[in-house]
């Protein structure tokens, strides 16, 4: 079975401009998440998709930020404008029961965002 | 809020020598824990997770931890690495109920021959 797949794998872009990350989570996986990893600390939670309905965003930093999942299958993850702070790595993962009950995510290898 | 520290960020060990990476949580009521393992230009990989029952978790390519609730660790440990094990490993925990799984910052394991 394909994996969690997320493109482009590094994108360097400059302060203000805009950037959208893809993620093609594993196919009939209903749960998406994405995380996100700033330089030298953790990786953190950013929000969770069931299906094409956003369950949790908490973790989204500021409006600059934009998650959708149209149709429930492949996601984006746009910034606009993107800021210098917004360097990092930013992690999907898939699975098909909500991690609450079945304890298992596929992640991604993850996309490297650089803003210069 | 809950939270893990990974108090190496990282360990540099040779072949063959055993190896502990650690890791503690914030005290919770029902916590779930996990290590994933990233190698080099991949995606993070379940190593192993303690939901309940026996407090000595084995996981893949031969690593084990240990939950100790009364010292909130859940230490990882392999008697004996390789080359291969080089990798950033994450320890991370959900607490019951929530989607969200805690990240630590990573620890950077680098075996060297």
């Known amino acids: 079975e394909a994996g969690v797949t997320q493109f482009p794998s590094h994108s360097v872009i400059e302060k203000g401009q805009t950037v959208t990350l893809r993620c093609d989570p594993i196919s009939g996986h209903d749960n998406l998440y994405w995380y996100r990893r700033v330089m030298g600390k953790e990786i953190k939670f950013l929000l969770h998709f069931v299906k094409e309905s956003k369950q949790d965003e908490s973790g989204m930093p500021n409006n600059r930020f934009l998650a959708e999942r149209t149709g429930g299958t492949y996601s984006t993850l746009k910034v606009q404008p993107a800021e210098l702070e917004d360097s990092g790595v930013y992690f999907c993962a898939s699975s098909q029961e909500a991690v609450s009950r079945a304890n298992v995510l596929t992640f991604g290898a993850g996309s490297r965002l650089t803003v210069l | 809020a809950q939270s893990v520290t990974q108090l190496d960020s990282q360990v540099p060990v040779f072949e063959e020598a055993p190896v502990e990476l650690r890791c503690n949580y914030s005290?919770?009521?029902?916590?779930?824990l996990f290590w994933y393992v990233q190698y080099p230009n991949q995606g993070l990989q379940l190593l192993l997770k303690y939901l309940s029952g026996s407090t000595l978790v084995k996981g893949i390519n031969g690593f084990e931890a240990e939950f100790n609730k009364s010292q909130t660790s859940f230490h990882l440990r392999k008697p004996s690495v390789h080359i291969s094990d080089t990798a950033e490993y994450f320890c991370a925990v959900r607490k019951g109920g929530s989607e969200k799984l805690v990240f630590g910052k990573g620890t950077k394991l680098t075996v060297n021959p």
């Open positions: 005290s919770s009521v029902s916590v779930y």
